[in-house]
């Protein structure tokens, strides 16, 4: 299972936004991704995880394409 540790980059982590953002990607990408074990695809199982800005996190999932695409948003300022 392809995987990937990223530095939240979103100035307030990974919050409502985000994580909206973030989940709505997921959604779109037709594969299993999880961020630190949580569904990628779901803004309020994103939040739970009280990822504050500067914290690490790993993204996993079954495609390599999609823990990049996932990672990359994580890696963002979302927020800007």
Not at 38 to 64: C, H, K, R
């Amino acid at each position: 299972m392809p995987s990937k540790s990223v530095v939240v980059g979103s100035a307030v982590g990974l919050h409502a936004r985000p994580a909206a953002i973030i989940a709505e990607k997921a959604a779109e990408l037709g594969s299993d991704v999880t961020i630190n074990g949580v569904d990628a695809s779901s803004s309020l199982m994103i939040m739970t995880l009280g990822a504050g800005n500067g914290d690490t996190v790993e993204v996993a999932g079954d495609d390599q394409a999609a823990v990049d695409t996932i990672a990359a948003l994580v890696e963002q300022d979302l927020d800007a």
